[in-house]
Structure formats: C-alpha cells, structure tokens
C-alpha cells in the first residue's frame, strides 16, 4: 500500500480522539531535532476549528476488539492498514522539520494482544528517540491490558501518556465495549500517577469520555471526572460528543453530535480545576443535567442570587472567581489593580475585562451598572440568554434530545 | 511653535537612552520619531548626541523588573503609532512606582504597553505555529513570513533552540529582512545583501506537502466542521504561506 493511502486511513481512525495538546512537559533536550513549548504551540486549525498540533495516527486501525461506537471494530468492513516504525519515524521528522507538527500522537488498534500492540508501540517511539535523537513532544496511548513492564518502559520515552476511560460507568462499558474493562484502565492510570516525575510521563494523563452514546446524565459524568482528578492526579478529561460512526440497535440514532452538551462540560471541567467549584454545588439528583440556555456558572450564580451582587473592591479572591463572566486571568488582574487604585466600571473595561456577563453580578464601589431595582432573577436571565448567542435550531434540537 | 520632537536611532537601545536622557533632564517630549520620520513644517525637530550607554538596559530592569522591562521591548517591536510616547511615558511612570507599575492599568500608557506588548507576543507565538518551512534542494529550510510587527528575532530565537541542527533562513516578506541560522548563530540581513544560491526545492519537498495536505483534510471530522471556529483561532492572514491552506485561498 501507497503511504499516502496508509496516512490517509491511519488518521482518518485516529481524528476521533479529542486530545491534541502539547502543553505542559517540561522535558530538556540537550543535542538532537526538537524540544518541547511548556505553553503548548497549535500549528494549524482543522477544519472543524480544532487544534492541530500533533501528528495524530494510528499505528493500525486493525483491532481484536469490538467495541460498538468505534470505527475500527472488528466487525466493521473496512480497509485496514498498518505502518511500520520506521514510516512513522520518517513522516515524523519530516513533518517536524518543516514546523508542521510540535510532535507525535501514537495511538493503535489493538493487534494480536495488547502487549504486542504496546510492544510495537515502544519499538517505534524508541527509534525515534534514541536513533533519530528527536525531541519534540510524544503523547502516547496506553493500551488496557499490557504489562506493567511496558508501561514503565513507554512511559520514559514520551510526555504524555494516556488510558481512555471512554465511558462514564461500568455499566455503559459493558454494554457498548466488552472487551475493556474500567479496572484495566483504572490501573494504568494508578501506575502512572505513582510512578509520575520529571522523567517519567513529564507532561502528565490525561483521559477522554464519549458523550451522548450512553444514557448517563451530566452529574454521573462529572461526578467521574471529579474522582478522576481526585484519585489519579490527571492534567485533563476531554468529552467528545458521539458521533454515530456505526449503526447498531445499542447505540442512539443522533442526527448531529451533541456539540452543546460538550461545551457545558467542557466549562464545568473548568471550574472544578480553576475555580474551586465542586459538582455538588453545580449539579444534584433534581438537577441531573446543565442548562443549555445559559453555562454553568451563570446557572450557578442565578441559584445563589443572595450571595451577589459581590463589590469588585473587596470581595475575596475566591469570590472574584464566582463571578459569571469572570476568569482566572480578569479576576487575577482585579485583585493586583484594585490594591493601587479603586476600580470602576470604566477602569474594568479598560482592563480588558469583559463585562457582558460579570456586569449582571457586581458593584463597583457600591455602584450597579444599572438602577439598583433591576437587580432580580427574571431580569438577569433574560439577558444572560439573549446574550448567548446559540441559534434557535441547536437549542431546539438539544432540549428535545434532554427530553426523551 | 509646536513642542519638541526628538530623534532615535531607529535602535532599541538608542531609544531606551534618549527616554532616560529626557526624563533625567526633566524634558517633556511632544513626539519621538525615529530618523525615517519626515518632520511637517510646524515641527521642532530636535536630534541630541547623546551617548549610547549598553546599560541602559540593566537600568531599566534594576528599576522596574525583568516583566516590564520585556513589554518595552515587545512594543518597541511593534508598529503602533507614537509608541515612543507611549514608551516615554511609562518608563516615567516605572521609576516612580517601580515593579508595582504593571498594576496600575488605570493609567493610559500603563494600559497600552500591556495591551500592545500582549499583541506583539501573540503574533509572535502564532508564527512559532503557523510559520512553514520548505526545504531547498541543498536541504536548507526556507520560510517566508508577513508580520505586522517585527517579530523575525523571537521567532527566530524559538526555532534556534528547536532547529539547532538545522540550516535555515526565515524571510520578513514586508520588512526585506532574513534570519540566517547556520547551526551555531542567527544573523539578521537585509535582502540587499543576501542572494539565495537557488529556490529549487528538494525531491522530497512536493512528496511531504502533499502528505500534509492529506493529514490535513482527513483529521477534521465532518460533522462538526465549524469555519467560523477555524477562522478565529487561524485568521486569513495567516494563511498566505502555509501549505495546508493553499487550495482555499
């Protein structure tokens, strides 16, 4: 086979995974192609606007496995193929050279067993290290059920190394991927975290969950990623809104992935790691799910009306982070400034604050950006849904998916 | 008659000694121009001899810390309009309130150096990404780049630490100016003095843009394509020189 086809098919397989970052790892290089941006860098933007920013291939997409929602199942009819470590090594540099790429994603399809799929895995990444002295970033996927020998040894070569967890109970596993097991991930992912330091896995695990395949509501998955980042110290959990890439009576019929859903979660991921929210305080038994008028701090906010508005000259650091509209790097920037002079609106907008959604929650010097009296639940809703620019269509579309 | 208009060298440290030389000598600048500038009729043009201390630097650093000393240099980069003035009045500003200087952003200059300076870095960052190199057929990489500012030293800073085995030579189209990198040091040359020996692209070249431009259109996924997305994060300007996006120009 052409390695143009081979590319072609081996990305095609991999472009599902969502993870593409390359921040983080703080590796040092000494001779050699390459080194690692602690910042991350994107090189390119795909056409779905995601960060491209590593070669991200398969090393196949031939699989023992059968997991229902993935394309490279084993009872999918498709063309399967196979490089070798030296055309990924080759492709690689060449791809690095040129500054198209800030490094490898190497994931595979599990062949013969997993620890001769992880065998091939290493043998790859080690030629590309020790042979062709490359230095830039690695991140690569371990596979469930290879040996803890293997583990160590791929895990110093690369910067990232990952397990995905796929779904958020054990349950759904079962029914749509009986060939994995969450124990199997779980335990990649203890040994990571115990074995993690400068020159072990640098840049940390990282996780990935399919969302809308299965029926689990936003507080199960969340209250997974909560145990997640608790027990196993992971840098990220990507959500990746299922796309129906087979057709199987398991599996829902969606006519397009839940994007909106994603992007709540995604926002929530957010607060739980930057601004010390915990999913209790976010979602409950009553409240199984986010609102998809407006994100969840807002919601947040609008259930804890009493608590604002919050006077952006006093109000703690912690409490600055509450405030819908406001990020770590606008309330960062408030709590410098406002100890050399006393902030107003005006000033804030100067700052670069955005003011859009945090003017609804704040006073400035005990001053609201409007008549006092319009400080109420109905008003602010209202507007915070006018300002979220979501077209009628998808809003539609989601609630009527959140109803059935 | 207008106030003063004073002259630099169209150099970084010629400009950080005039600033010191006026505040030091208690002269407030109407305009600081660089020599290009053509002065109109009404202005006081005035071009002082003034020496070139190398320290004027440290001074800066010592004074007000190594983070504001950077956004200097990030909007000396830059192509904004009287950032001279700017400059002139926040370094003011910087001896006074020293390192807290960066926190008073309800000041003018202190808001434009970080907001100006955040630019610079930015265009710069993106260029670490967004830059194409295409290798010749005496293997030298080549790499044309458009940017707003003048940003060819970072960027050619970032690939002298990640190219360092590498020849390569970067090309500001606008300004006609080349990073030369010969696997020890960079130089920069003005286009008049530099001639490539050949533009003819090695064998390989045509073989691995192709293979990108397949790595390309087949990892978005398409039922999210989102352009308006793409567009955001990879404005059209960028786009110019980087070989994945040829066919949609």
């Known amino acids: 086979m052409e390695q143009q086809e081979k590319l072609k098919i081996l990305a095609d397989s991999a472009k599902y995974d969502a993870s593409c970052s390359s921040s983080g790892s703080t590796r040092k290089t000494k001779d050699g192609l390459g080194n690692v941006a602690l910042s991350g860098i994107c090189h390119s933007f795909a056409s779905d606007g995601r960060c491209i920013s590593l070669l991200k291939i398969l090393m196949t997409n031939s699989c023992i496995f059968d997991c229902k929602y993935c394309l490279n199942r084993k009872s999918n009819n498709i063309k399967r193929a196979i490089f070798t470590p030296e055309e990924v090594c080759e492709i690689t540099l060449n791809f690095y050279r040129r500054n198209y790429i800030e490094g490898l994603f190497l994931s595979s399809g599990i062949i013969k067993s997993p620890d001769y799929t992880m065998e091939l895995l290493i043998k790859t990444i080690t030629l590309l290290r020790k042979k062709y002295h490359f230095g830039g970033y690695i991140h690569a996927k371990a596979i469930p059920g290879a040996s803890e020998s293997l583990l160590q040894k791929l895990g110093f070569l690369v910067d990232r190394l990952s397990a995905n967890i796929e779904l958020p109970t054990e349950q759904g596993l079962k029914l749509l991927a009986p060939n994995k097991s969450e124990n199997k991930v779980t335990k990649i992912m203890h040994y990571i975290k115990t074995n993690n330091s400068k020159k072990y896995v640098p840049a940390g695990q990282s996780t990935q969950m399919i969302i809308g395949a299965t029926k689990e509501s936003d507080l199960e998955i969340m209250e997974k990623s909560e145990t997640l980042y608790k027990n196993y110290q992971l840098k990220r959990v990507f959500y990746s809104a299922y796309i129906p890439v087979n057709k199987d009576t398991l599996l829902p019929t969606l006519e397009k992935p839940p994007l909106k859903r994603e992007n709540r979660l995604y926002q929530a991921d957010w607060l739980l790691r930057f601004y010390n929210f915990k999913v209790k305080d976010l979602l409950d038994e009553k409240n199984p799910n986010f609102n998809i008028l407006v994100d969840p701090k807002a919601d947040w906010a609008l259930r804890h009306l009493k608590e604002f508005p919050k006077e952006i000259n006093k109000c703690s650091y912690n409490d600055l982070l509450k405030i819908p509209g406001i990020g770590v790097k606008s309330a960062k920037r408030i709590f410098t400034s406002r100890r050399v002079f006393s902030l107003t609106f005006a000033d804030l907008k100067k700052m670069g604050v955005v003011l859009k959604r945090a003017k609804y929650f704040i006073t400035c010097n005990g001053k609201y950006f409007m008549s006092q009296n319009l400080f109420c639940h109905e008003f602010i809703e209202k507007n915070l849904v006018l300002e979220e620019k979501t077209p009628k269509t998808i809003i539609q579309e989601q609630l009527r998916l959140f109803n059935e | ?249």
């Open chain 2, 1 to 249: 008659m207008n106030e003063a208009c004073f002259l630099y060298e169209d150099t970084f440290i010629s400009l950080l000694n005039l600033i010191l030389y006026l505040i030091k000598n208690n002269i407030k600048p109407g305009n600081i121009q660089n020599t290009t500038y053509t002065p109109n009729l009404l202005d006081n043009v005035i071009s002082l001899k003034i020496e070139e201390k190398q320290d004027a630097i440290r001074t800066i650093i010592e004074c007000m810390g190594p983070y504001a000393y950077r956004s200097i240099y990030y909007v000396f980069l830059s192509t904004i309009e009287q950032k001279e003035l700017i400059l002139y009045y926040f370094i003011l500003n910087g001896i006074k309130y020293q390192e807290k200087v960066m926190y008073h952003r309800n000041l003018r200059c202190v808001q434009k150096t970080i907001t100006i300076a955040k630019y610079v870095l930015h265009e710069s960052h993106k260029y670490k990404g967004f830059l194409r190199f295409k290798e010749l057929e005496n293997h030298i990489l080549y790499a044309e780049i458009e940017p707003v500012n003048d940003i060819l030293y970072l960027v050619s800073n970032h690939f002298k630490k990640r190219l360092k085995n590498e020849y390569w030579i970067i090309k500001d189209v606008k300004r006609g100016i080349l990073s030369i990198y010969d696997k020890k040091n960079d130089y920069l040359v003005s286009e008049d003095d530099f001639t490539l020996k050949t533009t003819m692209l090695s064998k390989t070249e045509m073989e691995m843009e192709k293979l990108w431009k397949i790595f390309y259109n087949t990892i978005g996924i398409r039922e999210r394509k989102n352009d308006r997305c793409r567009k955001n994060f990879m404005p059209k300007k960028y786009w110019k020189y980087m070989t994945e996006m040829d066919m949609e120009l």
